[in-house]
């Protein structure tokens, strides 16, 4: 059984800074190899993805998250983070972590991931 709750998100001003974290139960444990990411959607607006990392550890960003995102891992305590720093209003969105064991030939990036959390409100104002 796979869950994931997320947590850590708020409100800042602009260039402000704040760590979201998804504990993920039942994926890093699991049966192997696996993919999590990290989307957003704010209201009006179509979902984006913001960064994906799989079981090697290697995240890749969003156009809009280089540089200023850094997501990471902490396996032993089942958990992802994403450092988000010099946020802009435009980064205001509901933040969600997904996740799904790797089917094996598909970047994680581009994976359907069936499993997500409720998500966790960032606002930057």
């Known amino acids: 059984h796979v869950q994931l709750v997320e947590s850590g998100g708020g409100s800042v001003q602009a260039g402000g800074s704040l760590t979201l974290s998804c504990v993920a139960s039942?994926?890093?444990?699991?049966?192997?190899?696996?993919?999590m990411a990290w989307f957003r959607q704010a209201p009006g607006r179509e979902r984006e993805g913001v960064a994906a990392?799989?079981?090697?550890?290697?995240?890749v960003y969003a156009e809009f998250a280089r540089g200023r995102f850094t997501a990471s891992q902490d396996n032993a305590k089942d958990t992802l983070f994403l450092q988000m720093t010099g946020l802009t209003p435009e980064d205001t969105a509901l933040y969600y972590c997904a996740a799904d064991f790797w089917d094996g030939h598909t970047r994680c990036v581009a994976q359907r991931l069936r499993y997500r959390g409720q998500g966790t409100q960032v606002t930057v104002s």
């Open positions: 039942g994926i890093y444990a699991g049966r192997g190899a696996y993919c």
């Open positions: 990392i799989g079981s090697d550890g290697r995240p």
